[in-house]
């Protein structure tokens, strides 16, 4: 906000009646002030004018977030607000002092913008003690008598405000995170939007699988040098996965680690949609896990016993196959030998 008095229009949009807002949370404790508000009140001992202000500014700066100023006359001798409640309600009761009045409210505007400026501001918030207050009630209420021709009787007092309860009542703009903050918000909702996901993947598993049982979220192990390429895994492999979450997985998990148990399951079955392939694997009976794939890689596969024979196989053949044309070609070396040299 500007560092100058509200207008007219400001005031009544200020103090009109707000809606209707859920409760504000409550003040970070151990929060150190940063904003000092300044309430006053010039009711007449002699004359038909009075009025009030509340001034917010920051004490650092002395730059003035909140300010308004209230002069009616007539003045209605009705309720004067108290200037030792807090700084929201003591705004809200100014227009009981009787209806604004423009032209005499703007003349003292501009006593209370030249008596308030930044310098006082800034050693107000340094040492607002009772004597400074007085101090400052004394001269304010010196140059009104002086500009209206009016007696007074003032009454000002000092608050400090918090940057939280202005930020709660929209007088200010929360400042920007830190990047330690920004850091934790980015983990939070990754960690919020990863648990979504799971929990939509899971659905999805229950119903493309017909499964009745528990379903838990695996993530596939990658051997990107024995591995099989997951676009070639069938029904009976044995797939290394990692168990992930909570509850029912978290259990598993356990139970695999305290019995030493290598995370290797056999596929169940394979489901495929564009641009996605679920795989199932059997933990037990009640419990079968799923593996998200989004993208071609390499799984680890338990090498079964059949796979191993046929390996021993092709090993063997091979075998024979190399010694033989190692002996064919020693006895044509010998024909040639005998040829030339006997």
Do not use: H
């Amino acid at each position: 906000m500007p560092n100058d008095i509200f207008t007219v229009q400001d005031v009544q949009d200020l103090t009109a009646k707000p809606k209707e807002v859920p409760p504000a949370e409550p003040v970070r404790k151990n929060e150190q002030p940063e904003f000092l508000a300044i309430k006053s009140t010039f009711t007449p001992s002699r004359g038909d004018m009075g009025g009030g202000f509340c001034v917010i500014f920051e004490g650092k700066t002395g730059r003035t977030v909140f300010q308004i100023f209230w002069l009616a006359k007539p003045y209605a001798a009705g309720q004067i607000p108290e200037v030792g409640k807090g700084w929201r309600n003591f705004v809200k009761a100014l227009p009981q002092m009787g209806p604004l009045d423009k032209d005499w409210g703007e003349r003292l505007q501009g006593q209370l913008k030249e008596i308030l400026n930044i310098d006082e501001k800034k050693k107000l918030y340094e040492n607002y003690t009772k004597v400074k207050i007085r101090q400052l009630e004394s001269i304010l209420r010196r140059s009104f008598e002086t500009t209206s021709q009016c007696v007074f009787t003032a009454t000002t007092d000092a608050e400090p405000v918090s940057r939280n309860e202005l930020e709660r009542a929209k007088v200010i703009k929360p400042l920007p995170p830190s990047p330690e903050e920004l850091a934790r918000q980015q983990k939070e909702k990754e960690e919020r939007e990863k648990a979504e996901r799971q929990e939509k993947e899971k659905e999805e598993a229950k119903k493309e699988g017909n499964f009745e049982g528990t379903i838990i979220m695996c993530t596939p192990l990658v051997d990107p040098v024995r591995g099989k390429a997951s676009s070639e895994i069938v029904p009976g492999d044995i797939i290394g996965v990692k168990i992930e979450g909570e509850g029912t997985s978290a259990l598993v998990q356990k139970y695999l680690i305290e019995n030493n148990i290598e995370p290797l399951f056999p596929v169940e079955e394979i489901k495929e949609t564009v641009g996605k392939k679920m795989i199932y694997i059997k933990i037990s009976d009640e419990i079968r896990g799923y593996v998200n794939i989004t993208k071609d890689i390499k799984i680890q596969v338990k090498e079964q016993p059949n796979q191993a024979k046929a390996k021993q196989g092709v090993s063997f053949m091979g075998d024979v196959f190399f010694f033989g044309l190692l002996g064919a070609a020693l006895i044509g070396l010998l024909f040639v030998i005998r040829y030339f040299f006997l």
